[in-house]
Protein backbone atom coordinates (compact mmCIF):
# COMPACT_ATOMS: atom_id res chain seq x y z
CA UNK A 1 0.00 0.00 0.00
CA UNK A 2 1.32 3.68 -0.64
CA UNK A 3 1.95 5.70 2.38
CA UNK A 4 -0.68 8.34 3.34
CA UNK A 5 0.63 11.75 4.00
CA UNK A 6 -1.42 15.01 4.82
CA UNK A 7 -0.68 18.40 4.67
CA UNK A 8 -2.89 20.73 6.96
CA UNK A 9 -2.73 24.18 8.09
CA UNK A 10 -2.13 25.78 4.94
CA UNK A 11 -3.24 28.03 3.03
CA UNK A 12 -3.69 25.87 -0.37
CA UNK A 13 -3.82 27.68 -3.88
CA UNK A 14 -6.94 26.00 -5.27
CA UNK A 15 -8.25 27.24 -8.88
CA UNK A 16 -6.70 30.58 -8.23
CA UNK A 17 -8.17 30.84 -4.89
CA UNK A 18 -6.50 30.81 -1.37
CA UNK A 19 -8.33 27.76 0.44
CA UNK A 20 -7.69 27.43 4.25
CA UNK A 21 -6.93 23.40 5.11
CA UNK A 22 -4.68 20.83 3.42
CA UNK A 23 -4.29 17.81 1.23
CA UNK A 24 -3.77 14.20 1.32
CA UNK A 25 -1.24 12.65 -0.74
CA UNK A 26 -1.33 9.17 -1.56
CA UNK A 27 2.22 7.58 -2.81
CA UNK A 28 2.85 10.52 -5.25
CA UNK A 29 -0.10 11.75 -6.03
CA UNK A 30 -2.50 14.31 -4.66
CA UNK A 31 -5.52 12.25 -3.30
CA UNK A 32 -7.91 14.83 -1.54
CA UNK A 33 -7.93 18.62 -0.83
CA UNK A 34 -10.12 20.13 1.84
CA UNK A 35 -10.79 21.39 5.52
CA UNK A 36 -8.61 19.47 7.31
CA UNK A 37 -11.93 17.36 9.10
CA UNK A 38 -12.51 16.51 5.60
CA UNK A 39 -8.82 15.13 4.43
CA UNK A 40 -8.11 11.41 4.53
CA UNK A 41 -6.62 9.46 7.58
CA UNK A 42 -2.73 9.73 7.19
CA UNK A 43 0.09 7.71 8.44
CA UNK A 44 1.97 11.21 8.68
CA UNK A 45 1.25 14.73 9.05
CA UNK A 46 2.93 18.13 7.76
CA UNK A 47 2.15 20.81 9.65
CA UNK A 48 2.64 24.07 7.32
CA UNK A 49 2.30 26.93 10.09
CA UNK A 50 -0.04 28.59 8.10
CA UNK A 51 2.32 29.20 4.87
CA UNK A 52 1.24 29.19 1.26
CA UNK A 53 0.75 25.86 0.01
CA UNK A 54 1.22 26.22 -4.24
CA UNK A 55 1.32 23.51 -7.16
CA UNK A 56 5.14 23.11 -7.61
CA UNK A 57 7.15 25.80 -9.31
CA UNK A 58 8.26 25.59 -13.29
CA UNK A 59 11.69 27.30 -14.60
CA UNK A 60 10.85 26.89 -18.75
CA UNK A 61 14.43 28.56 -19.14
CA UNK A 62 17.37 26.83 -16.49
CA UNK A 63 21.01 25.74 -18.08
CA UNK A 64 21.67 22.77 -16.04
CA UNK A 65 24.74 22.58 -17.90
CA UNK A 66 26.56 19.33 -17.17
CA UNK A 67 28.47 17.21 -19.57
CA UNK A 68 31.59 19.33 -20.69
CA UNK A 69 30.23 22.26 -18.49
CA UNK A 70 30.13 20.17 -15.17
CA UNK A 71 32.21 22.39 -13.87
CA UNK A 72 30.49 25.07 -14.12
CA UNK A 73 26.74 23.49 -12.82
CA UNK A 74 25.60 19.53 -13.44
CA UNK A 75 22.11 17.62 -13.11
CA UNK A 76 23.00 16.80 -9.96
CA UNK A 77 23.75 20.58 -8.27
CA UNK A 78 21.90 22.55 -10.97
CA UNK A 79 18.53 20.40 -9.82
CA UNK A 80 19.31 20.72 -5.86
CA UNK A 81 19.38 24.60 -6.50
CA UNK A 82 15.98 23.81 -8.32
CA UNK A 83 14.45 22.84 -5.21
CA UNK A 84 16.65 25.10 -2.72
CA UNK A 85 14.59 27.58 -4.85
CA UNK A 86 11.25 26.43 -4.89
CA UNK A 87 11.08 24.48 -8.75
CA UNK A 88 10.00 21.08 -9.25
CA UNK A 89 10.29 20.89 -12.88
CA UNK A 90 12.91 22.58 -14.97
CA UNK A 91 13.32 23.02 -18.90
CA UNK A 92 17.20 22.14 -19.48
CA UNK A 93 18.37 25.08 -22.23
CA UNK A 94 19.96 23.67 -25.50
CA UNK A 95 23.53 25.91 -25.33
CA UNK A 96 25.47 23.37 -23.83
CA UNK A 97 28.71 21.68 -24.60
CA UNK A 98 28.41 19.19 -27.24
CA UNK A 99 25.22 21.71 -28.14
CA UNK A 100 22.20 19.49 -27.94
CA UNK A 101 21.50 19.64 -31.52
CA UNK A 102 21.33 15.70 -32.40
CA UNK A 103 18.83 12.86 -30.94
CA UNK A 104 21.95 11.11 -29.73
CA UNK A 105 22.82 14.26 -27.65
CA UNK A 106 19.42 14.34 -26.03
CA UNK A 107 19.30 10.35 -25.95
CA UNK A 108 22.75 11.49 -23.85
CA UNK A 109 21.55 14.01 -21.69
CA UNK A 110 18.39 11.94 -20.60
CA UNK A 111 20.37 8.77 -20.07
CA UNK A 112 23.13 11.05 -17.80
CA UNK A 113 20.37 12.67 -16.07
CA UNK A 114 18.37 9.82 -15.11
CA UNK A 115 18.67 8.89 -11.44
CA UNK A 116 20.16 12.24 -11.24
CA UNK A 117 17.88 14.58 -10.67
CA UNK A 118 15.91 15.98 -7.49
CA UNK A 119 13.79 17.71 -9.26
CA UNK A 120 11.58 16.81 -13.31
CA UNK A 121 13.49 18.04 -16.18
CA UNK A 122 12.68 18.32 -19.51
CA UNK A 123 14.88 18.95 -22.19
CA UNK A 124 15.44 21.98 -25.16
CA UNK A 125 16.98 20.99 -28.53
CA UNK A 126 17.97 23.58 -31.41
CA UNK A 127 17.59 22.23 -34.63
CA UNK A 128 20.29 22.44 -37.09
CA UNK A 129 17.89 22.95 -39.78
CA UNK A 130 14.03 22.09 -39.71
CA UNK A 131 13.86 18.98 -41.12
CA UNK A 132 15.08 18.11 -38.16
CA UNK A 133 12.51 18.61 -35.65
CA UNK A 134 10.78 15.56 -36.36
CA UNK A 135 13.69 13.44 -34.97
CA UNK A 136 14.68 15.54 -32.05
CA UNK A 137 10.86 15.17 -30.96
CA UNK A 138 11.16 11.65 -30.96
CA UNK A 139 14.59 11.42 -29.17
CA UNK A 140 13.00 13.03 -26.22
CA UNK A 141 13.12 16.71 -26.42
CA UNK A 142 10.05 18.38 -25.24
CA UNK A 143 10.69 22.02 -26.20
CA UNK A 144 13.30 23.69 -28.79
CA UNK A 145 14.96 27.67 -28.20
CA UNK A 146 16.99 29.23 -31.33
CA UNK A 147 19.72 31.82 -30.84
CA UNK A 148 19.33 34.47 -33.26
CA UNK A 149 22.59 36.21 -32.54
CA UNK A 150 24.24 33.63 -31.27
CA UNK A 151 24.19 30.40 -33.45
CA UNK A 152 25.34 27.05 -31.25
CA UNK A 153 26.78 25.67 -34.38
CA UNK A 154 26.43 27.93 -37.72
CA UNK A 155 22.59 26.58 -37.81
CA UNK A 156 20.99 29.55 -39.30
CA UNK A 157 17.75 31.15 -38.32
CA UNK A 158 18.20 35.08 -38.46
CA UNK A 159 15.28 35.70 -41.35
CA UNK A 160 11.75 35.51 -41.68
CA UNK A 161 11.65 33.13 -44.19
CA UNK A 162 14.23 30.77 -42.21
CA UNK A 163 11.98 30.95 -38.82
CA UNK A 164 9.21 30.71 -41.20
CA UNK A 165 10.15 26.91 -42.18
CA UNK A 166 11.12 26.12 -38.56
CA UNK A 167 7.86 27.68 -36.49
CA UNK A 168 6.05 25.37 -39.21
CA UNK A 169 7.68 22.37 -38.38
CA UNK A 170 7.79 22.89 -34.23
CA UNK A 171 4.00 24.00 -34.45
CA UNK A 172 2.96 20.96 -36.29
CA UNK A 173 4.98 18.66 -33.65
CA UNK A 174 3.31 20.51 -31.28
CA UNK A 175 5.79 22.50 -29.56
CA UNK A 176 6.12 26.04 -29.42
CA UNK A 177 9.43 27.47 -30.82
CA UNK A 178 11.35 29.58 -28.13
CA UNK A 179 13.48 32.41 -29.37
CA UNK A 180 16.62 34.47 -27.93
CA UNK A 181 15.20 37.31 -30.16
CA UNK A 182 18.41 39.68 -31.15
CA UNK A 183 18.80 40.70 -34.44
CA UNK A 184 22.39 39.39 -35.43
CA UNK A 185 22.54 42.52 -37.97
CA UNK A 186 22.54 44.98 -34.90
CA UNK A 187 24.90 43.48 -32.78
CA UNK A 188 27.70 45.25 -32.36
CA UNK A 189 31.07 43.62 -32.22
CA UNK A 190 33.73 45.24 -30.27
CA UNK A 191 36.96 44.02 -29.90
CA UNK A 192 38.65 42.60 -26.71
CA UNK A 193 37.15 42.34 -23.02
CA UNK A 194 33.95 43.58 -22.56
CA UNK A 195 32.94 46.50 -19.92
CA UNK A 196 29.00 46.36 -18.85
CA UNK A 197 28.72 49.09 -20.50
CA UNK A 198 29.95 48.31 -23.61
CA UNK A 199 28.19 44.75 -23.83
CA UNK A 200 25.14 46.54 -23.22
CA UNK A 201 25.98 49.16 -25.88
CA UNK A 202 26.73 46.15 -28.30
CA UNK A 203 23.58 44.78 -27.61
CA UNK A 204 21.28 47.72 -28.21
CA UNK A 205 17.17 48.30 -28.05
CA UNK A 206 16.43 48.09 -31.72
CA UNK A 207 18.58 44.45 -31.78
CA UNK A 208 15.66 43.22 -29.59
CA UNK A 209 13.01 45.12 -30.97
CA UNK A 210 13.55 44.36 -34.30
CA UNK A 211 13.87 40.23 -33.45
CA UNK A 212 11.03 40.35 -32.02
CA UNK A 213 9.09 42.28 -34.84
CA UNK A 214 10.28 39.99 -36.62
CA UNK A 215 9.91 36.61 -35.36
CA UNK A 216 5.95 38.30 -34.80
CA UNK A 217 5.92 38.38 -38.50
CA UNK A 218 6.83 34.48 -38.99
CA UNK A 219 4.82 33.38 -36.61
CA UNK A 220 1.42 35.60 -38.04
CA UNK A 221 2.33 34.17 -41.50
CA UNK A 222 2.68 30.89 -41.13
CA UNK A 223 0.31 30.27 -37.70
CA UNK A 224 2.92 28.78 -35.35
CA UNK A 225 3.04 29.10 -31.80
CA UNK A 226 5.88 31.50 -30.58
CA UNK A 227 7.28 32.22 -26.86
CA UNK A 228 10.04 35.20 -26.74
CA UNK A 229 12.72 34.49 -23.85
CA UNK A 230 14.28 37.32 -21.71
CA UNK A 231 12.19 40.69 -22.88
CA UNK A 232 13.55 43.26 -21.61
CA UNK A 233 12.96 46.14 -23.17
CA UNK A 234 9.80 48.25 -23.43
CA UNK A 235 9.51 48.29 -27.35
CA UNK A 236 9.62 44.83 -27.37
CA UNK A 237 6.96 44.37 -25.05
CA UNK A 238 5.13 46.54 -27.24
CA UNK A 239 5.57 44.78 -29.99
CA UNK A 240 4.51 41.45 -28.03
CA UNK A 241 1.45 43.32 -26.57
CA UNK A 242 0.31 44.43 -29.82
CA UNK A 243 0.45 41.45 -31.41
CA UNK A 244 -1.57 39.52 -29.04
CA UNK A 245 -4.18 41.85 -29.40
CA UNK A 246 -4.05 41.10 -33.43
CA UNK A 247 -4.71 37.45 -32.00
CA UNK A 248 -0.71 35.95 -32.81
CA UNK A 249 0.03 32.61 -30.93
CA UNK A 250 2.85 34.53 -28.84
CA UNK A 251 4.17 34.68 -25.39
CA UNK A 252 6.85 35.80 -23.79
CA UNK A 253 8.50 35.25 -20.31
CA UNK A 254 10.77 37.80 -18.17
CA UNK A 255 13.45 37.34 -15.62
CA UNK A 256 13.85 38.49 -12.08
CA UNK A 257 16.95 40.82 -13.23
CA UNK A 258 14.88 42.47 -15.93
CA UNK A 259 12.40 43.32 -13.53
CA UNK A 260 14.15 44.83 -10.13
CA UNK A 261 17.87 45.81 -11.75
CA UNK A 262 18.98 48.91 -14.05
CA UNK A 263 21.86 49.22 -15.80
CA UNK A 264 22.71 51.90 -12.78
CA UNK A 265 24.62 48.43 -10.99
CA UNK A 266 27.02 48.45 -13.74
CA UNK A 267 29.53 50.48 -11.58
CA UNK A 268 29.47 48.60 -8.57
CA UNK A 269 29.10 45.08 -9.86
CA UNK A 270 31.44 45.34 -12.88
CA UNK A 271 31.35 42.64 -15.22
CA UNK A 272 29.57 40.23 -12.98
CA UNK A 273 26.54 42.20 -13.94
CA UNK A 274 26.66 41.21 -17.36
CA UNK A 275 23.85 39.14 -19.07
CA UNK A 276 21.96 39.02 -22.37
CA UNK A 277 20.17 40.62 -23.12
CA UNK A 278 21.86 43.17 -20.81
CA UNK A 279 20.58 45.25 -17.86
CA UNK A 280 19.10 48.67 -19.11
CA UNK A 281 17.42 51.65 -18.02
CA UNK A 282 15.02 52.32 -15.40
CA UNK A 283 12.12 53.24 -18.19
CA UNK A 284 12.11 49.38 -19.20
CA UNK A 285 12.83 47.87 -16.29
CA UNK A 286 9.18 49.68 -14.81
CA UNK A 287 8.01 48.44 -18.65
CA UNK A 288 8.72 44.89 -17.40
CA UNK A 289 7.80 45.12 -14.02
CA UNK A 290 4.10 46.72 -15.69
CA UNK A 291 3.73 44.08 -18.09
CA UNK A 292 4.14 41.61 -15.17
CA UNK A 293 1.23 43.21 -13.23
CA UNK A 294 -0.67 43.73 -16.14
CA UNK A 295 -0.35 39.78 -17.39
CA UNK A 296 1.07 41.09 -20.51
CA UNK A 297 4.24 38.65 -19.25
CA UNK A 298 2.94 35.10 -19.20
CA UNK A 299 5.61 33.67 -17.46
CA UNK A 300 8.62 34.16 -14.89
CA UNK A 301 12.00 32.59 -15.42
CA UNK A 302 15.08 32.53 -13.73
CA UNK A 303 17.39 32.19 -16.95
CA UNK A 304 19.61 30.46 -14.26
CA UNK A 305 23.18 30.75 -16.32
CA UNK A 306 26.07 29.38 -13.93
CA UNK A 307 29.48 30.76 -14.62
CA UNK A 308 32.48 30.35 -12.32
CA UNK A 309 33.86 33.48 -10.85
CA UNK A 310 36.73 33.89 -13.55
CA UNK A 311 34.75 33.43 -16.45
CA UNK A 312 32.92 36.42 -15.02
CA UNK A 313 35.72 38.34 -14.89
CA UNK A 314 36.11 37.13 -18.61
CA UNK A 315 33.08 38.96 -19.18
CA UNK A 316 30.62 35.44 -19.72
CA UNK A 317 26.92 36.68 -19.65
CA UNK A 318 24.97 35.71 -17.17
CA UNK A 319 23.72 34.62 -13.41
CA UNK A 320 22.68 31.79 -11.54
CA UNK A 321 18.96 32.64 -10.67
CA UNK A 322 17.37 29.33 -9.42
CA UNK A 323 18.03 30.49 -5.55
CA UNK A 324 16.99 33.93 -5.66
CA UNK A 325 13.82 34.24 -8.59
CA UNK A 326 10.81 33.39 -6.29
CA UNK A 327 11.79 34.81 -2.92
CA UNK A 328 12.44 37.69 -5.44
CA UNK A 329 9.20 38.22 -7.12
CA UNK A 330 6.89 37.19 -3.83
CA UNK A 331 8.81 40.22 -2.31
CA UNK A 332 7.70 42.15 -5.18
CA UNK A 333 3.98 41.00 -3.66
CA UNK A 334 4.50 41.95 -0.35
CA UNK A 335 5.83 45.09 -1.27
CA UNK A 336 2.19 45.53 -2.84
CA UNK A 337 3.95 46.00 -6.88
CA UNK A 338 2.34 42.54 -8.19
CA UNK A 339 -0.62 40.36 -7.24
CA UNK A 340 -0.17 36.94 -5.79
CA UNK A 341 -2.23 35.57 -8.50
CA UNK A 342 0.17 37.08 -11.20
CA UNK A 343 3.30 35.54 -9.59
CA UNK A 344 1.65 32.66 -8.80
CA UNK A 345 0.08 31.94 -12.77
CA UNK A 346 3.84 32.78 -14.17
CA UNK A 347 5.13 29.91 -12.16
CA UNK A 348 2.70 27.32 -12.31
CA UNK A 349 -0.29 27.35 -14.92
CA UNK A 350 0.99 29.49 -17.33
CA UNK A 351 4.24 27.31 -18.27
CA UNK A 352 2.78 24.45 -17.51
CA UNK A 353 -0.31 25.45 -20.45
CA UNK A 354 2.62 26.97 -22.80
CA UNK A 355 5.15 23.92 -22.48
CA UNK A 356 2.34 21.20 -22.64
CA UNK A 357 3.46 19.95 -19.26
CA UNK A 358 0.16 17.99 -18.57
CA UNK A 359 0.82 16.74 -15.03
CA UNK A 360 2.21 19.86 -13.34
CA UNK A 361 1.19 23.42 -12.63
CA UNK A 362 -2.14 22.89 -10.44
CA UNK A 363 -3.13 21.52 -7.10
CA UNK A 364 -5.92 19.21 -8.24
CA UNK A 365 -6.93 15.57 -7.41
CA UNK A 366 -4.95 13.13 -9.00
CA UNK A 367 -2.18 15.11 -10.18
CA UNK A 368 1.64 14.64 -9.23
CA UNK A 369 2.23 15.98 -5.41
CA UNK A 370 4.88 17.92 -6.71
CA UNK A 371 4.32 21.46 -4.39
CA UNK A 372 6.24 24.84 -3.10
CA UNK A 373 5.51 25.87 0.18
CA UNK A 374 6.03 29.69 0.49
CA UNK A 375 6.58 31.69 3.51
CA UNK A 376 5.34 35.17 3.78
CA UNK A 377 6.46 36.33 6.61
CA UNK A 378 10.88 36.47 6.66
CA UNK A 379 13.30 38.46 6.27
CA UNK A 380 16.98 37.68 4.96
CA UNK A 381 19.68 38.96 3.43
CA UNK A 382 20.39 37.16 -0.26
CA UNK A 383 23.60 35.48 0.34
CA UNK A 384 25.32 33.51 -2.84
CA UNK A 385 27.82 31.94 -0.44
CA UNK A 386 24.69 29.37 0.64
CA UNK A 387 23.68 28.71 -3.34
CA UNK A 388 23.33 25.19 -3.88
CA UNK A 389 24.21 25.97 -7.16
CA UNK A 390 27.99 25.41 -8.14
CA UNK A 391 27.81 29.34 -9.28
CA UNK A 392 28.95 31.54 -6.11
CA UNK A 393 27.64 34.90 -6.79
CA UNK A 394 24.81 37.09 -7.54
CA UNK A 395 23.64 40.29 -8.73
CA UNK A 396 21.07 40.38 -5.59
CA UNK A 397 23.60 39.82 -2.92
CA UNK A 398 22.80 41.73 0.06
CA UNK A 399 19.52 42.43 -1.31
CA UNK A 400 16.62 41.95 1.59
CA UNK A 401 13.89 39.24 0.87
CA UNK A 402 10.77 39.09 2.31
CA UNK A 403 10.00 36.46 1.95
CA UNK A 404 11.30 32.41 1.33
CA UNK A 405 10.99 28.96 0.29
CA UNK A 406 10.29 26.81 3.40
CA UNK A 407 9.59 23.63 1.36
CA UNK A 408 9.73 21.78 -1.57
CA UNK A 409 7.44 18.84 -2.64
CA UNK A 410 8.65 16.04 -4.74
CA UNK A 411 6.16 13.29 -6.09
CA UNK A 412 4.45 13.41 -2.20
CA UNK A 413 7.95 13.79 -0.45
CA UNK A 414 9.47 17.16 0.99
CA UNK A 415 12.95 17.33 -0.47
CA UNK A 416 13.96 20.89 0.53
CA UNK A 417 12.90 21.89 3.91
CA UNK A 418 13.87 25.38 5.91
CA UNK A 419 17.19 25.86 4.35
CA UNK A 420 17.90 22.31 4.08
CA UNK A 421 17.89 19.63 1.49
CA UNK A 422 16.30 16.81 3.72
CA UNK A 423 16.02 13.81 1.00
CA UNK A 424 19.20 12.44 -0.56
CA UNK A 425 16.69 10.24 -3.12
CA UNK A 426 16.78 12.12 -6.36
CA UNK A 427 13.29 11.57 -7.09
CA UNK A 428 13.38 14.28 -9.99
CA UNK A 429 12.12 12.25 -13.43
CA UNK A 430 12.41 13.05 -17.22
CA UNK A 431 9.65 14.61 -19.09
CA UNK A 432 8.99 13.28 -22.39
CA UNK A 433 6.74 14.28 -24.96
C1 LIG B 1 23.03 32.35 -21.14
C2 LIG B 1 24.11 31.30 -20.81
O1 LIG B 1 25.08 31.61 -20.12
O2 LIG B 1 23.95 30.16 -21.22
N1 LIG B 1 23.52 33.63 -20.75
C3 LIG B 1 22.79 34.74 -20.50
O3 LIG B 1 23.38 35.81 -20.32
N2 LIG B 1 21.47 34.71 -20.44
C4 LIG B 1 22.67 32.29 -22.59
C5 LIG B 1 21.30 32.80 -22.94
O4 LIG B 1 20.29 32.47 -22.30
O5 LIG B 1 21.14 33.50 -23.94
ZN1 LIG C 1 18.77 33.54 -24.30
ZN1 LIG D 1 19.34 31.54 -20.95
ZN1 LIG E 1 11.20 28.97 5.99
Known amino acids: MSEIINIVNAKVWVKGKILEGGITIIGDRIAKIGKESALKKAERTFDAGG ?52 PEIVRARIQKAEGNLFCDVGFYATPRSPKEVDNLVDSGCIAMKIYMSKPLDYERYST ?103 NEVFEKLGK ?25 VDILVTDHAPHTLGEKDGGSPGFPGLETAVPIFFTLVRDGLLTLDRVIDAFTINPAERFSLPDAGKIEVGRMANLTMINLKSERKIDSDKFFSKSKFSPFDGMVVKACVHATFIRGRAVFLDGEIVSSKKAGKILHG
Not at 66 to 93: I, N, P, Q, R
Not at 283 to 288: D, K, T
Open 51 to 102: RLLLPGFIDVHTHLRDFELSYKEDFSSGTTAAVAGGFTTVLDMSNNKPPTMT
Open 272 to 296: KSIVEPPLRSKRHMEAILKGISKGD
Open 160 to 262: EREIIELIKKTSSAGIVLSVHAEDPNMIKRFKGDLSPELHARSHPIKAEERAIDMVIRASKISGGKLHICHVSTLEGLNKIKSAKRKGVDVTCEATPHHTVLT
